[in-house]
């Protein structure tokens, strides 16, 4: 496609979307996450050009458009092209300077799903850009300038969760990161356990600004509680027993964002022991306590969230289920027994149509590579194993 479209022969780098088995709205605040990569994929191929054009063809859109990068300036104009611009903009504001290039996009993660389509095309967009220009960049820095670009040139203040999986993720591993000191560990899945995203298929219109909102919560409680508290950087520092004596400091509704956010760590960290230990039931019950937090307390969940976990947690074979990502809509993620997996699918895509109407797209993943080259490179040498 390409070849004929350019008349030349490129390179093709890819990045994958992800679920969040749990740890959701903490990275923001310094806290933990738990991702995995998944076998979906954004491709983008590459082949330079001389001059400073880039010239972007959307595969899934059926469209084309070019970019000067002498002019380009952060702001969203809520093209899908935002992305390209975001992250060829980014880096050239930190001093890398781009050659131009003609470029093909072909997205597998279904676009605006909550499986992170954005990051993937941050990250696949900027190890094409950066390669044909003849730059290497550590897959930690793409990650946190791609964050940047999702800042400056989509206006979504996202954490570092996403793009930073989208990089390291490793297959038939979840991995837990620390999103302060950006350590991560690389914890195995066990090879009798699915990864089952289900697309409720409804969306909302505010999704981005309902989550720029919880991102300000966070922000003011943590002014608040650092007038009592002097000692703590984010709400990562902030204990229960800190919340509870100075709850007078903040209201109801900001009470329990804290609340969510100082539970939601611990049940990271509970998460890790209990995958390291193989014992999926007691992850499977922090899933049921994490979806509950997030909705009745960081009051992120929407009906169709609540209802797809409602009937994932009826079928047989099901360890866990959560909404995953930032919510308002999107997907849940069901962990489930592989011998039971597709019984599974089928159930849900039936019962989730007949309560509501709406056919969902139940996937069954497995955890996947993170970023590369097509074919696949070898992983980075300096990054942790298990
Ligand atoms: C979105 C953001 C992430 C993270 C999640 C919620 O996916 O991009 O950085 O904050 O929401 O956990």
């Not at 390409?2 to 709205?25: C, S």
């Not at 999926?280 to 797809?308: K, N, P, Q, W």
Request: hydrophobic share 35%; with cysteine; proline share 4%.
């Amino acid at each position: 496609m390409f070849a004929e479209r350019y008349g030349t022969i490129p390179t093709i780098y890819r990045a994958p979307g992800r679920v969040n088995l749990i740890g959701e709205h903490t990275d923001y605040n310094d806290g933990f996450v738990m991702p995995a990569a998944l076998d979906l994929y954004t491709y983008v191929a590459v082949s330079p050009r001389p001059d400073r054009k880039l010239r972007v063809y959307s595969e899934n859109l059926g469209e084309m458009c070019d970019l000067n990068l002498d002019l380009i300036h952060p702001g969203s104009s809520g093209h899908w092209n935002d992305y390209v611009r975001g992250v060829a903009g980014v880096l050239e504001s930190y001093g890398y300077r781009l050659r131009g290039a003609d470029l093909a996009i072909l997205s597998e993660v279904p676009l605006g799903a909550g499986l992170s389509s954005s990051a993937a095309l941050e990250v696949s967009t900027a190890l094409a850009i950066l390669s044909s220009s003849q730059i290497s960049v550590d897959r930690t820095t793409v990650a946190k300038l791609c964050q940047k670009a999702e800042h400056l040139y989509a206006e979504m203040r996202c954490g570092i969760m996403d793009q930073f999986i989208s990089c390291h993720g490793r297959a038939g591993h979840a991995l837990m990161l620390d999103c302060r000191s950006l350590d991560f560990q690389l914890l195995p899945i066990p090879g009798h356990v699915r990864l089952m995203a289900c697309n409720t298929m409804v969306r909302h219109e505010h999704a981005s600004s309902g989550y720029n909102t919880r991102r300000q919560e966070c922000e003011d409680s943590f002014r608040a509680l650092t007038a009592v508290l002097p000692g703590i950087r984010a709400l990562r520092d902030v204990t229960l027993d800190d919340l509870e004596n100075h709850s007078n400091r903040l209201s109801d509704v900001i009470y329990k964002r804290v609340r969510h956010v100082v539970t939601e760590n611990d049940r990271v960290k509970k998460s890790a022991s209990a995958l390291k230990t193989g014992d999926i039931a007691e992850f499977g019950r922090l899933m049921a306590d994490s979806h509950r937090s997030l909705r009745d307390d960081y009051e992120v969940s929407t009906s169709e969230l609540d209802l797809m976990v409602e009937l994932a947690n009826c079928q047989k074979g099901v360890y866990g289920a959560r909404m995953t990502g930032g919510g308002f809509g999107g997907c849940t993620i069901n962990l489930v027994d592989a011998a039971h997996a597709q019984e599974v699918q089928q159930r849900l895509e039936q019962d989730y149509e007949a309560r509501t109407g709406l056919r969902p797209t139940i996937l069954i993943c497995e955890a996947s590579h993170g970023a590369g080259t097509v074919p696949e490179d070898p992983p980075e040498s300096n990054e942790p194993t298990e």
